[in-house]
């Protein structure tokens, strides 16, 4: 099925579209961003595991120790868990929706 021309006579390929923004620098600024929160989150992680570790009398309120310490390891795969999932999440729709473009949609971003 041939392709609709949006104006008649005007072709893509003599008139190719004019780049407005860069966004690679924008892409590059926001993952840096997105390590550095992700890099304070586990040293906070961390930091409390060490505290309940290595001091005793650490403990939650109205929890004993043994609880406490069963909390924190819930907390522990959840923090891991979300921190997983957020840079799971984003391949996964990007999957799914190039799924439903053409074949040369596809090859333009393996270039």
Request: aromatic content about 10%; charged content about 25%; proline content about 6%.
């Amino acid at each position: 099925m041939p392709k609709d021309e949006l104006l008649p006579g005007v072709s893509t390929t003599a008139c190719p579209p004019r780049v407005v923004c860069d966004a690679h620098t924008a892409i590059r600024g926001a993952r840096r961003r997105a390590w550095l929160r992700d890099g304070l989150q586990l040293a906070l992680l961390f930091a409390v595991d060490y505290l309940f570790v290595y001091w005793p009398d650490s403990r939650m309120p109205f929890l004993d120790r043994a609880a406490s310490l069963a909390a924190l390891r819930g907390m522990n795969v959840a923090i891991i868990g979300h921190v997983w999932l957020m840079r799971a999440l984003p391949k996964w729709w990007a999957r799914r929706i190039a799924a439903t473009w053409c074949r040369s949609e596809r090859e333009k971003f393996l270039r």
